[in-house]
């Protein structure tokens, strides 16, 4: 099994830092993210999901070495908990879903990305097999109890837009913290959860072991825009505007990087990027992971640059059910959550 390297105890002061943090920002944080060329520590909100792959892709392949820059992959099962150690100053970076910038920025913190890894969710509502008949789309979420890898992670944020969309009130339904992974499989096994939200590799193993099938698929443009109403940018490199700011050149380093990569994906079969991966990260079903990388492939972005109409869609979605949003709308500047200018200069 596999051992992954987590920040537990910066985790949970992390959650009683949030009313500090405007005092403090990522130049505060540890691991030698204090200058150029320093360690850049990022965390990571799953390592082994397919989503974020592009994350550990570029360290195997050697592009961050290439680039100068010294990073670290931290990891962590859920967005939300990744969200709060960028915020507590505990690292300089998350791979995480770019909706958390959105959200922040109500809460009087500017996070935006740097690097858009995905234009879509990669994400898939995943309902019990013997359910299934019962819980055949969004519209049957009343009185159910429904999977999310924790409440306040970009799962949380989908299942919400996916219920009020089709008429549920979110207080309808039942918000289970199933985690991710084997977490989430046995959770949803037991029955306790109906259905659930979650990202492949898991969604493979689910479909061929009969266990579950797919309710709503949001790993391709087509499935996210009959979803969503549009695009749906999430997979991202997201930091503290204030380190993006006072650190170009590292910033700049790890776009150079990742742009390599996601150009690198595009330019390989689904059997080459698995053979790159380290070899635990297939869970001993090497097939299982190929075809799981090949089910989400067209999720990734060829640039890394944000589509200004997805955007735009990520807030009107989380207008319609977040109450952190919701009243605030007019007054989000999306300019400040996320920039392309390091992208561009990446492709030059």
Same mark, same amino acid.
């Given at each position: ?122 994400? +898939? %509502?995943?309902? !019990?097999?013997?359910? *299934? ?5 969004? $519209?049957?979420?009343?009185? =159910?109890?429904? &999977? ?122 689904? +059997? %080459?990027?698995? !053979?790159?991966?380290? *070899? ?5 079903? $090497?097939?299982?992971?190929? =075809?799981?990388? &090949? ?54």
């Amino acid at each position: 099994m596999r051992t992954k390297t987590r920040v537990t105890a910066a985790v949970l002061a992390a959650t009683t830092a949030l009313s500090l943090s405007a005092c403090r920002d990522s130049r505060s944080g540890g691991s030698g993210g204090g200058k150029d060329g320093g360690q850049v520590t990022i965390m990571v909100g799953g390592i082994d999901k397919v989503i974020y792959l592009p994350a550990k892709l570029t360290e195997q392949l050697g592009y961050f070495k290439e680039q100068g820059v010294n990073v670290k992959l931290l990891t962590e099962p859920a967005g939300a908990q990744a969200e709060n150690v960028l915020i507590s100053g505990d690292v300089q970076g998350v791979v995480g879903f770019y909706d958390h910038t959105v959200d922040l920025q109500t809460k009087g913190k500017c996070i935006q990305s740097v690097v858009q890894f995905a234009d879509v969710p990669g994400e +898939a %509502e995943m309902v !019990a097999t013997g359910k *299934a008949g019962d819980v055949a789309s969004p $519209a049957a979420f009343k009185g =159910k109890k429904l &999977g999310v890898t924790s409440p306040g992670s970009s799962t949380d944020f989908l299942t919400r837009a996916l219920a009020v969309r089709n008429g549920v009130k979110t207080s309808d339904y039942t918000t289970v913290k199933a985690g991710a992974g084997p977490t989430f499989i046995s959770t949803l096994e037991n029955g306790g959860i109906d259905a659930g939200m979650t990202t492949d590799p898991t969604i493979a193993k689910l479909t061929t072991t009969g266990k579950a099938k797919i309710m709503v698929d949001m790993r391709t443009e087509e499935g996210t825009r009959k979803a969503l109403g549009g695009l749906y940018p999430a997979s991202s490199l997201y930091m503290d505007c204030a380190y993006v700011k006072a650190h170009t050149e590292t910033v700049q380093k790890l776009a150079n990087a990742f742009v390599k990569t996601l150009g690198w994906i595009k330019a390989h079969q689904p +059997a %080459e990027i698995a !053979a790159k991966m380290p *070899a635990d990260y297939n869970g001993g079903d $090497a097939k299982l992971y190929e =075809k799981s990388i &090949g089910d989400s492939i067209s999720m990734f972005t060829e640039d890394g640059v944000m589509p200004a109409e997805g955007a735009k869609n990520v807030l009107e979605v989380l207008a319609q059910f977040s109450p952190n949003v919701q009243g605030k709308k007019d007054t989000v500047d999306l300019s400040k959550t996320y920039t392309t200018e390091f992208v561009t200069k990446a492709k030059q």
